[in-house]
């Protein structure tokens, strides 16, 4: 008898704590984030074209007393696309339900949400790329023609109830567009890309959730914290506060630019917003592999992190403040991202119009 089996209990039960800490943090999180959510579109800062179209859409539905259409909200994640449905739900007066395709695994599942809808109420759901086919079959005759079609009995003696549906609306969320079925994506009637956070946007999200937190805060420390939250409202958020237990603690309570500035170097965040991991991504494929191209996977494994972490969490702010390039054999380190780090650009990763001294 060998005793793998009792070392691997121990890892499975060390890994389930994990879990259940994470779980924790979660719910943490969301208790956290709820308590700030804006309600309305005054309190929403920024997604300006968002906001402005949406008006006009939520008008347009109160006027002919018809249910929205469905909308799908796609981009990295923290940028408010939850908060952006809870804020339509708000200003319609109705109730949405909140889940995520992960959980509606089984048909019941879904079967289960769709029949305690009641006329134009919103069902949102998150990660919708992660639908698996029985549940986006069920959804689209629900979203046509508002309609649950259930099979009952088996292949000769099957027989489809049609069962009518309360008209609702549907609010997808996604990290990735891309992973939508075509059938999917083509029965929302507004599709929308959640844009990055501009620094004064930002600073005003801090100065707005320090306000609801009793948190002390100057525009120069709303700025400084805004500058390292990578355009993502969730990570301005949780800044302001972990940097609010550093001014209290260390300093004199009141975030200024340099209680926020010194904080955020404590905590390893640096000027662009980068944390310990971005910084070894990009360290690894400067370092290790020349400046790339390297695969995803070989990176993920280096890094002992999961490909989705780095492809949905660490990669898209990456690659828009062009950090980092996607190229079709993996991914390169940008010339930016060496002067970031103080380092020589190698020659070969020199663009040609920087190598032609124009
Ligand atoms: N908190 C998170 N996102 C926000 C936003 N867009 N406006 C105001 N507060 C927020």
Do not use: W
Not at 130 to 144: C, D, G, S
Not at 174 to 179: C, P, Q
Not at 231 to 250: E, H, M, Q, S, Y
Not at 261 to 269: A, R
Request: glycine residues 6%.
């Amino acid at each position: 008898m060998t005793i793998i089996s009792d070392n691997n209990l121990e890892i499975k039960s060390e890994k389930k704590r994990n879990a259940n800490i994470k779980a924790e943090h979660i719910e943490y999180d969301k208790t956290f984030e709820n308590s700030i959510r804006p309600k309305n579109f005054d309190d929403y800062i920024g997604q300006s074209e968002l906001k402005e179209t949406l008006k006009v859409i939520l008008e347009a539905a109160k006027m002919r007393q018809e249910p929205l259409d469905h909308m799908l909200f796609y981009g990295p994640p923290g940028l408010g696309k939850t908060t952006i449905a809870g804020v339509i739900a708000s200003q319609m007066g109705v109730d949405i339900k909140i889940t995520s395709a992960p959980a509606l695994e089984r048909p019941r599942d879904i079967i289960g949400i769709l029949m305690t809808l009641k006329g134009g109420e919103i069902l949102f759901i998150d990660e919708i790329h992660r639908l698996n086919k029985v549940a986006e079959e069920i959804l689209y005759p629900a979203m046509e023609d508002y309609t649950l079609d259930m099979t009952t009995g088996k292949s000769q003696t099957a027989k489809t109830l049609r069962v009518p549906l309360p008209k609702f609306t549907l609010i997808g969320a996604t990290t990735k567009a891309g992973e939508l079925s075509g059938p999917l994506r083509d029965r929302f009637g507004v599709i929308h890309r959640l844009q990055f956070y501009t620094t004064d946007e930002l600073a005003q999200v801090i100065t707005r959730t320090a306000k609801i937190l009793n948190i002390k805060i100057t525009q120069e420390g709303a700025i400084a914290i805004a500058r390292r939250s990578r355009g993502t409202p969730r990570i301005a958020n949780r800044l302001v506060k972990r940097v609010a237990d550093f001014a209290i603690v260390k300093y004199n309570g009141i975030i200024d630019d340099d209680v926020a500035n010194e904080s955020l170097n404590i905590l390893k965040i640096d000027e662009y917003g980068l944390d310990t991991t971005d910084r070894a991504l990009l360290k690894l494929i400067m370092e290790k592999y020349n400046g790339g191209p390297v695969g995803i996977e070989t990176l993920a494994a280096a890094l002992s992190e999961d490909v989705r972490t780095l492809e949905d969490v660490c990669e898209p702010y990456l690659l828009q403040a062009g950090l980092l390039q996607r190229t079709p054999r993996g991914r390169k380190a940008s010339p930016e991202a060496y002067r970031h780090f103080g380092e020589k650009v190698p020659p070969e990763q020199k663009s040609i119009f920087e190598n032609q001294d124009i």
